[in-house]
């Protein structure tokens, strides 16, 4: 089945320790979404990637970065993690960008800060 | 400011009908998503809104008023399974998706 895969699903790191999250999709989708939800909040996006093109969100902290090497991969970078940055992290794609293209959400990496 | 509102939980009876109502407000409107979220999980697709009216797609269906800026996603026959929460989600005028912070619905046996 076609879908969207994230690793790992859980991730414990300590405070300031550089963590990478991943993503992979067999959808061969256009874009690549990361958001970040707390508890009973909505989704944050962080970023996301239209084919090869970078969108940065204006309040996305400078402490997040991404990577898209090809179509299938994105990754999170989380350079010195801090104890707000523990949420569920969520990776999402989507065929396209624009109107009736609904976002196909993978398992989510939950990630806990020490 | 780009707004969406949904009652943040509701409780509701097996077997019952259920509406969940969003009010929008954003820059612009390219048409509105529900999602459903269990626990833990992520965000499943159920439906999507662009022009006023009902969408129905088996136990569930979704109204839109855009010169109300308001939707609801209706549930009938509500089982057990139907414990989640739904998150309405508006896209924007440059299609961004605005998400509001859910309905956590708790259905009761």
């Known amino acids: 089945d076609a879908m969207v895969i994230q690793n790992p699903r859980y991730q414990v790191t300590q405070f300031g320790k550089p963590v990478t999250l991943s993503c992979s999709q067999t959808?061969?989708?256009?874009?690549m979404y990361w958001y970040q939800q707390k508890s009973s909040q909505a989704p944050k996006l962080l970023f996301h990637?239209?084919?090869?093109?970078?969108?940065n969100e204006a309040d996305t902290p400078d402490n997040f970065q991404s990577r898209r090497p090809n179509t299938s991969f994105c990754f999170l970078d989380i350079r010195s993690p801090g104890l707000g940055d523990a949420a569920m992290y969520l990776c999402?794609?989507?065929?396209?960008?624009?109107?009736?293209?609904?976002?196909?959400f993978g398992p989510g990496t939950r990630l806990t800060v020490t | 400011g780009q707004n969406i509102d949904q009652p943040t939980e509701m409780t509701a009876t097996e077997g019952a009908i259920v509406q969940i109502n969003c009010t929008y407000q954003?820059?612009?409107?390219?048409?509105l998503f529900w999602y459903q979220q269990h626990a833990g999980e992520a965000p499943t697709f159920l439906s999507y809104?662009?022009l006023d009216g009902l969408e129905e797609k088996g136990r569930f269906s979704s109204f839109l008023s855009r010169s109300k800026g308001y939707s609801y996603l209706l549930l009938k026959e509500l089982q057990m399974k139907d414990s989640a929460s739904y998150l309405c989600?508006?896209?924007?005028?440059?299609?961004?998706?605005?998400w509001g912070a859910g309905t956590k619905l708790i259905i009761k046996p």
């Open positions: 989600a508006v896209q924007d005028s440059n299609y961004q998706l605005i």
């Open positions: 959808l061969n989708h256009n874009v």
């Open positions: 999402a794609t989507s065929r396209d960008r624009g109107s009736s293209y609904e976002q196909y």
């Open positions: 954003t820059s612009g409107f390219n048409g």
């Open positions: 990637y239209y084919d090869k093109d970078f969108n």
């Open positions: 809104n662009v």
